[in-house]
């Protein structure tokens, strides 16, 4: 057998397994609090089937992650399997008492996962010279097409420019981010891939819900004043997004003096100065 009858083989075999992998899945039900909670307790007890229980509910969100990073040169197998890793490490970490949906806190481990996985591969993979050509002709040749029929030419398309098989085109595409150097760009995120990889400085994901807990308190104590009141407390200190402003900027956006903005900023202030709100808001503000 050819070297490319067996390359497609290899890359039809390796489609039903993932086919076959989804449909294993696909009726995966989601667990509820209560069950998650229940889990929980049992896993701390270290009860294996009630970590596999948990891990195995949560198995269609990994896919639903590694398709977000597809283009990366990984498979989406490879991908998978570090995800799946990343979902039973978060399993065995998980804390019930917390009061937070698994989902979330997996979420952080299933991510740390997979970029690490591409980061490990950019170090070390490299196109073959003959690929690197091809991929350099196969991009002036969609730039062409794009230019004359402001389309994409489709894989058939590419597949009869260059007479190849047209498996062998749907891996080029895979491939012509080879090789993925950790500047690299993922999607609408500005950080490169070296700033998303999470080290030993970064903060564990109990921590970053802790966090986000507490700026939804704040969140919503804001939200209760008037909105020129909130609105003025939210600039004043770079609250839900907003850049931290003087009171005179604050005026001059809103058109008032800058005495003015200070007695809404006082009186939002003495609103919010129950004892349970202010310890919540003095722990935010310490925080940021």
């Given at each position: 057998m050819g070297r490319r009858a067996t390359n497609n083989l290899n890359y039809v075999e390796y489609e039903k397994s993932l086919a076959a992998y989804w449909k294993d899945i696909a009726?995966?039900?989601?667990?509820s609090s209560e069950e998650e909670t229940e889990l929980g307790r049992r896993i701390k007890t270290g009860d294996l089937d009630a970590r596999n229980e948990l891990v195995k509910a949560n198995l269609r969100f990994v896919w639903s992650v590694a398709l977000e990073y597809k283009n990366t040169g990984i498979t989406i197998g490879d991908l998978?399997?570090?995800g799946n890793l990343g979902l039973i490490t978060a399993a065995e970490r998980f804390d019930e008492t917390r009061g937070f949906r698994f989902i979330s806190y997996a979420v952080w481990w299933v991510r740390q996962a997979m970029l690490q996985q591409i980061a490990e591969y950019s170090r070390t993979v490299r196109l073959p010279i003959n690929r690197v050509e091809l991929l350099s002709k196969l991009k002036r040749y969609s730039d062409d097409v794009l230019k004359a029929t402001e389309k994409e030419p489709g894989l058939e398309d590419i597949a009869k420019e260059f007479n190849v098989h047209l498996s062998d085109v749907s891996r080029l595409l895979g491939?012509?981010?080879?090789p993925l150097s950790l500047d690299y760009n993922h999607g609408d995120d500005e950080r490169n891939l070296y700033e998303k990889i999470p080290g030993s400085e970064s903060q564990q994901p109990d921590e970053i819900l802790d966090k986000k807990r507490l700026a939804d308190n704040v969140k919503d104590y804001i939200a209760d004043l008037e909105e020129r009141e909130a609105e003025v407390l939210?600039?004043?200190?770079?609250?839900?997004?907003?850049?931290e402003i003087p009171l005179e900027k604050i005026g001059e956006k809103y058109g008032l003096t800058r005495e003015r903005?200070?007695?809404?900023k006082e009186l939002a202030i003495r609103k919010l100065k129950h004892p349970r709100k202010r310890k919540v808001l003095l722990e935010y503000w310490n925080e940021i």
């Open positions: 009726d995966s039900t989601p667990l998978i399997s570090s491939e012509k981010q080879y939210r600039h004043y200190f770079g609250l839900d997004g907003y850049n903005v200070r007695q809404i």
